[in-house]
T-cell receptor, first 111, second 116 residues
Framework: QQQVKQSPQSLIVQKGGISIINCAYE??????FPWYQQFPGKGPALLIA???DVSEKKEGRFTISFNKSAKQFSLHIMDSQPGDSATYFC??????????WGAGTKLIIKP | NAGVMQNPRHLVRRRGQEARLRCSPM?????VYWYRQLPEEGLKFMVY????????ESGMPKERFSAEFPKEGPSILRIQQVVRGDSAAYFC??????????????FGQGTRLTVV
């Protein structure tokens, strides 16, 4: 019930391509769904977040798609760049600090 | 603003020793959260503190682990009698008000604890 399942574990995308990372949850009480970006040796940084009252949120090249009925949400990175190479984590929460995190996706953008 | 400062960045302890991890929140932030990250896994919530108060420690192991956020100075995560399974990256985050949903909430770079 408390899990957030993230896939794939790793992803290789050509420069300019679209990177897609998926997450699924079970607890319908979750009401906040952020994505974090983490570079090696650094702490995670909030990238973009969505609430269940909208189905999509876009910020620059990053888009979250949210499917409430399927209890799934995904991150799309358009025009992927080598600088986007990092580990991406999805998360969910119902208490606004007790985030439940996915296991992470290591994204590599090939030049 | 220097951001959330954690030290040390790397800490090596022998089994049975104590580990003390420090977190200085961003200036103006009075809410601190500690998370643990095991290799190849996401972060797991441990504890949420405000100045001089533990608000939620539901993610903390019942034994050997303690946390504090005194009126003056950094927040401290203390692990007594460390075991190999405590080896992990420990991250601290801070925010100006309750909640990591605040866009002003930030994570530190973490302390990587290795127990040998």
């Amino acid at each position: 019930q408390q899990q957030v399942k993230q896939s794939p574990q790793s992803l290789i995308v050509q420069k300019g391509g679209i990177s897609i990372i998926n997450c699924a949850y079970e607890n319908t009480a979750f009401d906040y769904f952020p994505w974090y970006q983490q570079f090696p040796g650094k702490g995670p940084a909030l990238l973009i977040a969505i609430r269940p009252d909208v189905s999509e949120k876009k910020e620059g090249r990053f888009t979250i798609s949210f499917n409430k009925s399927a209890k799934q949400f995904s991150l799309h990175i358009m025009d992927s760049q080598p600088g986007d190479s990092a580990t991406y984590f999805c998360a969910a929460s119902k208490e606004n600090y007790q985030l439940i995190w996915g296991a992470g996706t290591k994204l590599i953008i090939k030049p | 603003n220097a951001g959330v400062m954690q030290n040390p960045r790397h800490l090596v302890r022998r089994r049975g020793q104590e580990a003390r991890l420090r977190c200085s929140p961003m200036k103006g932030h009075s809410h601190v959260y500690w998370y643990r990250q095991l290799p190849e896994e996401g972060l797991k919530f441990m504890v949420y503190l405000q100045k001089e108060n533990i608000i939620d420690e539901s993610g903390m192991p019942k034994e050997r682990f303690s946390a504090e956020f005194p009126k003056e100075g950094p927040s401290i995560l203390r692990i007594q009698q460390v075991v190999r399974g405590d080896s992990a990256a420990y991250f601290c985050a801070s925010s100006p008000q309750q909640g990591l949903e605040d866009t002003e909430a930030f994570f530190g770079q973490g302390t990587r604890l290795t127990v040998v």
